[in-house]
């Protein structure tokens, strides 16, 4: 067998020793050293490099070139290194679930970065043109066939580059549901969906992601060597770093890597890693704070002129963590902030505020589909990839399980409530404590595309064009979040007071959701009153002051743009607001809540019989 040679991690330790105090102690294996030695001597330079590179060094491209060659160069002594000690020393394989409705250009995104981590990092290498170890499943819930045909095509486009995709598409994923012995699926109906064969589209994340699993086991070649990775078609293996040109999208993390590290050396069954970039949450509960950041930005404009060079840029960053992005923060036990954040201007080359302003105005209508434009999240590398920390949320669009941890699927999906994720990972935590972990390997999360809003899909928000502008509407994605909250937080309280093993009791579960659901309300009710009242403060601050955008002609399309938005937050949060309404009545919250109450009473029910279905495979797998 011809010996892999270490040529990388020689040129990295000639070039950075000196400018790396870290990679000084370091001594350079000797070819007559073992292989695990040599290997052992890359996972030291890592954290060195990795501190480097997100310390804000100027010669972050180098470095990272670097960073990646040395994980090819270590991947291929592990090959070998498991060639020559077996089964148990070889990496894991990994399949990964995207699921996706409607969403070409954000599919073609989250392909493309996968590939590119396969071909940056080599992760488990390449035979025949194939990267080996990476399989992946697109979980088709589109409705309109033009999209399913484009992810389609995505699919094969992508196997061509040597990517193993797979198109689980409706007619297979309905037949390979139907072949469950009905009394296995009939349980299972709440979990995977019992909508007829001519429907069975937007069935839903939660469903989707789940009956993925089913394909899952499909291509599992060896159960106890594989991990499940379920992605969302929104988010990219990449995180974004800032520069003195803006926000720059990079291929840092070698996610495989670290998460092959982590179930080898923890009895970890669930890990979660969390996003960057866009919030992960509905513009619903964004309104407030994004309407105190428009605000701002207008008042700072209000004290410029419209020809004066633009001044918004190289301000304080206004990436940030801590959930600020979120209305009711401190319900997730964030403390809150009042304060504004600046707009971070994208245009590039010289432009005037007038030209800001219109850059602004175009891009308003995205807050809608749950694009931020004062608040991300920036990548931290804080204390590296290999701390692992207890969890309590799973972000359904990043997380991983061994095939144990697919008994721990995300229920209630039924419900098309928002808050999926906090909602099962609460019941998971309180089953598995710390075999559930967090791990810092966020994905970015991007809301809307460079193919601008035309080819925008969210569940629960509606387009509409009227006589001079777009109407958008919230209601039923608004209406969702409130009362996926209630049952969030019902869950939460719940589990500290009963044996998430056992099934819930009825009078529990009620005496808990009626002190949570008059909580909420009074939370809501002042958060409606907080959005109509700045919603006012805006339209004066634009339309009645006579600050000087109102004189310029060339901003009459600009202001038509600020004035749809001002609508649309009227539409969605004022008082006859459609989901305001719903929330107010009585016997809409009865109705919901019925709903509730009978997914808690039968959550353990429906877990077994899921956990009966895997524990099946896994036993038909042994044969």
């Known amino acids: ?290 309407l105190d950041d428009v605000t701002a930005f207008f008042a700072s404009l209000a004290r410029a002129r419209g020809d004066q060079a633009c001044r918004f840029h190289g301000l304080p960053t206004n990436s940030t963590s801590g959930a600020i992005y979120h209305d009711l923060a401190g319900l997730f036990g964030f403390e809150h902030q009042a304060t504004t954040f600046p707009y971070p201007c994208p245009l590039q080359g010289e432009h005037d505020h007038a030209a800001c302003l219109r850059g602004l105005s175009q891009r308003l209508a995205a807050f809608f589909f749950g694009e931020h434009l004062f608040r991300k999240t920036a990548f931290c590398y804080d204390n590296g990839f290999n701390e692992l920390t207890p969890a309590r949320t799973i972000y359904p669009g990043n997380y991983i399980v061994n095939h144990t941890g697919l008994k721990y699927l995300i229920p209630f999906g039924h419900l098309r409530l928002r808050m999926s994720g906090p909602t099962a990972g609460r019941l998971i935590a309180a089953e598995i404590h710390n075999r559930f972990a967090s791990i810092n390997l966020p994905h970015l999360h991007q809301r809307t595309t460079d193919d601008g809003l035309g080819d925008a899909f969210r569940p629960g928000v509606e387009r509409a064009d009227g006589q001079e502008q777009e109407h958008i509407d919230l209601s039923n994605e608004f209406e969702r979040q409130f009362f996926g909250d209630l049952m969030l937080f019902t869950t939460e309280a719940l589990v500290t007071r009963a044996d998430v093993n056992q099934p819930f009791k009825k009078d529990d579960v009620v005496q808990v959701m009626e002190q949570k659901e008059k909580e909420l309300l009074a939370l809501y009710q002042q958060k409606h009153q907080l959005i109509q009242e700045k919603s006012r403060q805006l339209e004066d601050l634009v339309f009645n002051a006579g600050h000087w955008w109102l004189d310029d002609p060339g901003l009459c399309g600009a202001l038509r743009e600020v004035r749809a938005f001002i609508d649309n937050i009227r539409h969605n949060f004022g008082e006859h607001a459609r989901a305001w309404q719903q929330i107010q009545s009585a016997g809409h919250r009865a109705g919901r809540k019925q709903q509730i109450i009978e997914a808690l009473l039968n959550y353990r029910t429906e877990r077994d019989a899921w956990d009966r279905l895997i524990n099946e495979s896994a036993a038909q797998a042994r044969i």
């Open 1 to 290: 067998m011809t010996t892999v040679k270490t040529t990388h991690l020689q040129e990295c330790l000639a070039r950075y020793r000196d400018t790396l105090p870290g990679l000084a102690a370091l001594t350079l294996p000797a070819d007559t050293d073992s292989l695990a030695s040599r290997i052992e001597c890359y996972e030291q330079c890592y954290p060195v490099l990795e501190k480097a590179l997100w310390s804000g060094a100027p010669d972050f491209e180098p470095l990272l070139e670097c960073y990646q060659a040395l994980f090819r160069e270590q991947g291929a002594l592990i090959r070998q290194h498991a060639g020559i000690e077996g089964e148990h020393s070889k990496p894991y394989h990994f399949i990964l679930s995207i699921p996706v409705a409607d969403r070409p250009p954000h599919l073609r995104a989250c392909l493309e970065s996968i590939y590119q981590l396969c071909k940056r990092f080599a992760y488990g290498g390449m035979e025949s043109g194939i990267y080996t170890h990476i399989k992946v499943i697109v979980a088709e819930d589109s409705r309109e066939e033009k999209n399913i045909r484009q992810h389609i095509e995505l699919v094969d486009s992508y196997r061509h580059k040597g990517l193993q995709v797979v198109h689980f598409g409706l007619d297979e994923q309905y037949e390979l549901l139907q072949s469950l012995p009905e009394a296995v699926r009939q349980p299972l109906d709440n979990l995977l969906s019992s909508q007829p064969r001519d429907r069975f589209y937007l069935k839903g994340q939660a469903a989707n992601r789940n009956l993925s699993v089913l394909k899952c086991l499909q291509l599992t070649e060896d159960r106890h060597r594989t991990l499940y990775y379920f992605v969302d078609s929104d988010e990219s293996f990449r995180v974004n770093r800032n520069t003195g040109a803006g926000e720059e999208a990079v291929y840092a993390l070698n996610y495989f890597h670290y998460i092959d590290k982590a179930f080898r050396s923890t009895d970890t069954e669930l890990l979660t890693g969390k996003m960057v970039g866009d919030p992960p949450v509905s513009p619903s509960v964004m309104a407030a704070n994004f």
